[in-house]
């Protein structure tokens, strides 16, 4: 099993790391033959296109094998041994059989786009659609050998499981039609909770529930569900999702980060809350170049937490407010919701990311706020004040970095490049400072960072692929007319409607993170906001920070929990001390929602 395990990551890992530089290449060449040569590469979208759908399958294989698919471990984190097993087996047998009902529908629906051929470079578009039957069966044999790892009773309670709710499903089918649009809570809401609830994929639950739908209640073919899944996971403006994150991981390598946080500590490190607000600041930065939360978080907390443990800070303390820091900054541009955002509900980017900086300065007041009152303790003894000199050098050391994000901003909104091509202006620009400038440049790193790269962006993909065709279930069963009058015939018009979406998104960033969330709803809720009044890139601020409060309030916040893993610290530890930066990023949140000009007084 150790020998089939290395096999499959080779047949996967390296043809990724490989996609993920040719698209770098691929789309940086358009760029600098339209802007630096004026002479477009029309075959250029045409390529990337092509390699996206394989980089996002071979993604997902990765991220299986890692056991990197987002999920929700918190109830499954308090069972004993023995039914953390036994719900394992459940979750990888339900990842198998979400699996193997695909296969023969990819495959149908692969052979079918044989007769359709890309424009510019002729390329019969099989050849681009077999990523998805490829890269499902390596997901199924990866499924299967983590099955087969563990003890046969196990193993077999998993299988004999989802069987036999199978097995129930079809025989209650006749009986269950009879309840109509009911069956949308049995399906999307019991079903796919359980699946969430007891830690299979997200991606998958998703899917899961899908097929069970339409197979118990309709004759839709499945391979309608993998054409979704494809429009979901083959738009190339989400192929900035990848290339933002290994922009990420590369200005951690290249020690741009450092620098930058270096820059903020000697400019605030010596005021009694200081390294806080060089917290606050650095995420502020970096997320306006990584796009990627934990890519973020990851950049910042090894450079400022020893010093302010130094100083007298409490791990917990700590985790909180880069948590509370961490919703923050969701709206910050390049920001991955803002661009999944822009990419199904049709929103201009360039406004989302015009849009997204002041509501985030809005949080960061309120959160400095608590963190002056929570530091007013703090041990300052030893702490020299820099003399301007230090401080002009660290300026100058930052410079290369701190100019990074406004590049990415001006290049996007000036027309130099697209919102996804502009990463690969970042990504050059970071390895160029990182050689000549920094002096950072590992070529042993580069390899594991394009896998991780590949690996984060598979399991995102994947989740807005099935949520996508979980989407247009939802939307076929009429349920988005429904939902769309019920939002709108709320009391209090706007008002109403944006405090109705502020506690939805709250619970639904707590469940299903930001992205899935966006993906499944945005479709359905934002056509509504603009039927009562409210401007979509203000209604898009409101439900990405209202998500953010979601995603990192314990006890099912998963960001929270990847703050906890990268501060090292226990989730309990931080547990009591986060609410009162939750409650200042809340108090921000209804300012924004109540003052639009924060998010559109500069379009």
């Keep these: 099993m150790a020998r089939a395990d290395a096999v499959l990551r080779l047949i996967a890992e390296v043809p990724a790391a490989l996609l993920v530089l040719t698209e770098i290449g691929v789309l940086f060449a358009g760029v600098t033959a339209r802007y630096v040569f004026h002479a ?49 087996a459940l979750a990888s047998a339900a990842v198998a059989v979400f699996l193997l ?44 050998t983590r099955l087969l790892r563990l003890s046969w ?11 036999a709710l199978a097995v129930a499903l079809h025989f209650a089918g006749p009986w269950l039609k009879g309840f109509g649009n009911w ?10 909770g359980a699946g969430v609830l007891l830690s299979v994929p997200i991606g998958f639950a998703f899917g899961l529930a899908t097929l069970a739908y339409l197979a118990t209640l309709t004759r839709t073919p499945l391979t309608v569900v993998v054409s979704r899944m494809d429009e979901g996971m083959s738009s190339l403006i989400l192929l900035a999702v990848p290339l933002f994150v290994f922009l990420g991981l590369l200005i951690e390598m290249t020690g741009m980060a450092r620098a930058m946080v270096a820059f903020l500590s000697s400019l605030l490190g010596h005021v009694r809350g200081g390294l806080s607000y060089v917290l606050l600041g650095a995420m502020y930065l970096v997320s ?24 007298g800070f409490q791990e917990g303390e700590l985790v909180s407010l880069l948590s509370a820091s961490g919703a923050m900054s969701e709206t910050i541009p390049p920001s991955l919701v803002l661009i999944t955002i822009g990419s199904v509900t049709g929103v201009s980017i360039a406004a989302l990311f015009t849009g997204g900086l002041m509501p985030a300065l809005v949080l960061a007041a309120g959160l400095a706020l608590v963190a002056r009152w929570r530091g007013r303790n703090e041990d300052l003894s030893g702490v020299v004040r820099p003399s301007r000199a230090v401080i002009g050098r660290a300026f100058i050391v930052a410079l290369p970095a701190l100019v990074l994000p406004f590049v990415i901003r001006t290049a996007v909104i000036e027309g130099v490049a697209t919102a996804t091509e502009v990463s690969t202006i970042g990504i050059v620009y970071a390895a160029i400072v990182g050689i000549l400038v920094y002096r950072q440049f590992p070529l042993r790193r580069l390899y594991p960072m394009l896998v991780e790269t590949a690996a984060l962006s598979g399991a995102i993909l994947l989740i807005i692929g099935t949520a996508t065709g979980m989407a247009w279930a939802l939307t076929q069963s009429g349920f988005s007319r429904q939902l769309a009058a019920a939002m709108t015939s709320m009391p209090g018009g706007a008002a109403g409607f944006l405090a109705v979406s502020i506690v939805a998104f709250v619970v639904l960033g707590s469940v299903l993170e930001g992205i899935p969330a966006i993906v499944l709803f945005g479709p359905l809720l934002f056509p509504s906001a603009r039927l009562v009044g409210i401007h979509e890139v203000h209604y898009a601020m409101v439900v990405i920070l209202a998500m953010g409060i979601g995603l990192f309030a314990p006890p099912f916040g998963v960001g929270y929990y990847a703050a906890c893993a990268i501060g090292r610290v226990s989730p309990d530890a931080a547990m009591r001390r986060i609410w009162p930066y939750l409650l200042a990023v809340l108090a921000g949140l209804v300012v924004v929602a109540a003052v639009p000009w924060f998010s559109i007084g500069f379009l």
Excluded: C
Excluded at 56 to 81: K, N, Y
Excluded at 301 to 308: G, H, I, Q, Y
């Design 153 to 163: 009773q196990d193993a077999l309670f998993g299988v004999v499981a989802v069987l």
């Design 288 to 311: 306006g170049i990584s796009g990627s939360k934990a890519a973020d978080m990851a950049a910042v907390a090894p450079v400022l937490f020893p010093e302010m443990k130094r100083r």
């Design 40 to 88: 477009p590469l029309v075959w250029t979208d045409e390529l990337a296109s092509i390699l996206f759908l394989w980089l996002a399958m071979l993604g997902s294989v990765i991220a299986l094998q890692r056991s990197e698919h987002m999920r929700l471990t918190a109830v499954v984190a308090g069972m004993s041994a023995a039914g953390r097993a036994r719900t394992d």
């Design 183 to 192: 069956n949308l809570v049995l399906f999307f809401v019991v079903l796919l």
């Design 101 to 144: 009902m695909i296969v023969p529908s990819a495959w149908d629906y692969a052979s079918d786009e044989w007769f359709i051929e890309t424009p510019a470079l002729g390329i019969h578009n099989t050849f681009r659609a077999m990523a998805i039957p490829v890269g499902a069966v390596l997901m199924v044999v990866t499924a299967l």
